[in-house]
């Protein structure tokens, strides 16, 4: 299975802000944006005082590249995503981010199961949780309403789920098309999500814009 290998703070740095890929250590002073809030590469910091006029193509590249990396998705999948919004009825943008929140992965982060997307798709990955009482090993698979989602029995003994309740926020609420019980360490999909249920700070417009060409 393909993945990105590679520090993920450059990645917010490139985009000028942050896309809390890395958990905790975002809302820390150890977070690579806050010490170091210019472009990777050598010429970061030149870049940075440059004023620099964008192309709309730069604007929808940007954006497009921003909504990946958010959902750790490659390219080449990503335009499956979006060929598969294209297909739905609907507003394509929206239906583009419904479909990405529906993967396993970003549920059990929006659960509060997993402080990043990336620690969740590894969590998927060893098999630790599963769905309607099957075990499933796949970060992409998406998720439907009514289903189950619960941490296996036999990982339940593991420290990082001990731990998981008094890791997170206690305050921390899962958004509303969700339920999420860490007492048991179960999950439910309440409904599917709608856009104004998606927080993530994208233009999805300017993607659609962008695969429009």
């Not at 990105?4 to 985009?15: F, N, Q, S, Y």
């Not at 002073?29 to 806050?34: D, I, L, P, R």
């Not at 098309?177 to 856009?195: C, E, M, N, S």
Request: hydrophobic content about 35%.
């Amino acid at each position: 299975m393909a993945r990105r290998i590679g520090p993920v703070c450059r990645l917010c740095r490139r985009e000028g802000q942050k896309l809390f890929l890395k958990g905790a250590r975002c809302l820390s002073s150890k977070c690579a944006f806050e010490r170091r809030g210019f472009v990777p590469g050598q010429h970061g910091q030149s870049l940075k005082s440059r004023r620099r006029k964008s192309s709309d193509y730069l604007l929808q590249l940007r954006e497009k590249q921003k909504m990946r990396r958010i959902y750790g998705v490659l390219e080449a999948q990503f335009r499956r995503y979006f060929r598969e919004a294209l297909r739905r009825r609907g507003v394509t943008g929206a239906e583009l981010l419904i479909l990405l929140e529906r993967r396993l992965d970003n549920v059990l982060y929006r659960m509060g199961f997993a402080p990043s997307r990336a620690a969740a798709r590894q969590m998927v990955t060893h098999a630790h949780f599963t769905v309607n009482g099957h075990p499933v090993n796949i970060p992409s698979y998406l998720v439907k309403p009514n289903d189950v989602i619960a941490v296996r029995e036999s990982s339940r003994r593991l420290t990082q789920f001990k731990e998981l309740a008094a890791e997170r926020d206690i305050s921390y609420a899962p958004p509303a098309w969700l339920q999420a019980d860490r007492a048991t360490l179960t999950g439910r999909v309440l409904a599917l999500p709608k856009r104004e249920d998606i927080d993530v700070p994208v233009n999805e417009q300017l993607v659609v814009e962008y695969y429009s060409r």
